[in-house]
């Protein structure tokens, strides 16, 4: 006894692997996914210096869920101003005399909240003294205690590195 028609059974087999098919484009489309473990992608060429993160919204809000209630929208708005605020990510070597030429957050975080799992910040630098720059700080741990390591990739004048950093150590010397 079959419990569906042949008919039916070929919708219920199209229905499932539609789903497996959006699960899985799904996943492809956020990244890579773990709370409290986002990954910078920073290169120095020249004067320029560029940092990419990409980062579970958990990690710096305490939930990656549109707010619930006046606390978690207080903290979504908190967050919005500390990404106008780029040394509040990263700290170049003083010395380098990095000024910051762009900041883009994608995408924009509005008061009805992520639909996404990651935060992408793209900032780009000009070093005045490259060859001065000898340390990255990541200040991105100091206000959002939910952020555990940052998986670095690194390339440089003398060569690439891939590290983790953590709060404990939130710098990489070159």
């Known amino acids: 006894m079959h419990l569906f028609s042949p008919h039916r059974a070929a919708v219920v087999r199209a229905c499932v692997l539609a ?13 890579n996914h773990t709370h409290g473990h986002g990954t ?3 290169q120095a060429d020249g004067t320029l210096l560029t940092a990419e993160f ?3 919204l958990e990690s710096l809000l305490g939930f990656d869920h549109p707010p619930q209630g006046a606390d978690q929208l207080t903290v979504l708005r908190a967050l919005r101003e500390r ?3 780029p040394e509040r990510f990263i700290a170049p070597t003083a010395g380098a005399q990095c000024v910051v030429t762009a900041s883009q957050v994608s995408p924009e975080l509005t008061d009805q909240g992520p639909e996404i799992e990651n935060l992408r910040l793209r ?3 000009r070093c005045e003294q490259p060859d001065e720059l000898q340390s990255i700080s990541f ?18 004048p003398k060569g690439r590195k891939t590290v983790t ?7 990489v010397v070159f």
Do not use: I, N
Request: aromatic fraction near 8%; include cysteine.
């Open 19 to 31: 789903c497996l098919t959006a699960a899985t484009c799904s996943v492809h489309a956020h990244g």
């Open 40 to 42: 910078v992608r920073m």
């Open 54 to 56: 990409d980062l579970p």
């Open 83 to 85: 990404l106008k605020q």
């Open 123 to 125: 900032l780009s630098y």
């Open 139 to 156: 200040t991105a741990f100091e206000g959002h205690p939910g952020l555990k390591q940052l998986r670095l990739q690194w390339k440089g």
């Open 165 to 171: 950093v953590r709060p404990r150590f939130p710098a």
